[in-house]
T-cell receptor, first 112, second 115 residues
Framework: DAKTTQPPSMDCAEGRAANLPCNHS???????VYWYRQIHSQGPQYIIH???NNETNEMASLIITEDRKSSTLILPHATLRDTAVYYC?????????????FGKGTRLSVIA | NAGVTQTPKFQVLKTGQSMTLQCAQD?????MYWYRQDPGMGLRLIYY???????DKGEVPNGYNVSRLNKREFSLRLESAAPSQTSVYFC??????????????FGQGTRLTVV
């Protein structure tokens, strides 16, 4: 699976959009981009995933560049409860039995 | 529907003691995983079970053993605990290891301290 690069930390004002970038320049055609988050002391929580089209669900939007070498997770109206570590993970659909591999992620702090 | 349940939530062990961390899921998932997370670090995979009856080593398997007791339960055993095993342990499950649309569900963690 391709490697990802994320900034170690970001701040966002409450009520504003939080845009979390992820670089995956070595991504291959059969690899998906997954986002998880981990709120302090809790288990990670799935947010969203995508292949090449932009995706949106009730939690967030995922914007993937046309060349698929980077993506952005958007939390449209960040709240204090969105303060967490966000993990961007690239995984092939045919990874076989290979499970998720977590990096260090981006620590998002939402500020009142 | 409880999802993934881990027991115990907290544990303190003395060096050399043994213990088993329990994990159960009620989502009829085929695949289960054990991760550890040290302070300020990402999750590291210890062992996983792609399906009932199979187990495989992850990134940091030394000092641990696992048992996939049945489809619901996947336990992690420390035979002789060491201070380096002080960590938060997370169990997770997913429907399929091979599915392109698989998402993983995590338990709330077991906080283990070895003194």
């Amino acid at each position: 699976d391709a490697k990802t690069t994320q900034p170690p930390s970001m701040d966002c004002a409450e009520g504003r959009a939080a845009n979390l970038p992820c670089n995956h320049s070595t991504i291959s055609g059969n690899e998906y981009v997954y986002w998880y988050r981990q709120i302090h002391s809790q288990g990670p929580q799935y947010i969203i995933h995508g292949l090449k089209n932009n995706e949106t669900n009730e939690m967030a939007s995922l914007i993937i560049t046309e060349d698929r070498k980077s993506s952005t997770l958007i939390l449209p109206h960040a709240t204090l409860r969105d303060t967490a570590v966000y993990y961007c993970i690239v995984r092939s659909w045919n990874s076989g039995n290979t499970p998720l591999v977590f990096g260090k992620g981006t620590r998002l702090s939402v500020i009142a | 529907n409880a999802g993934v349940t881990q027991t115990p939530k907290f544990q303190v062990l003395k060096t050399g003691q043994s213990m088993t961390l329990q994990c159960a899921q009620d989502m009829n998932h085929n695949s289960m995983y054990w991760y550890r997370q040290d302070p300020g670090m990402g999750l590291r995979l210890i062992y996983y079970s792609a399906s009932e009856g199979t187990t495989d080593k992850g990134e940091v398997p030394n000092g641990y053993n696992v048992s996939r007791l049945n489809k619901r339960e996947f336990s992690l055993r420390l035979e002789s605990a060491a201070p380096s095993q002080t960590s938060v342990y997370f169990c997770a499950s997913s429907e399929q290891a091979l599915s392109m649309n698989t998402e993983a569900f995590f338990g709330q963690g077991t906080r283990l301290t070895v003194v």
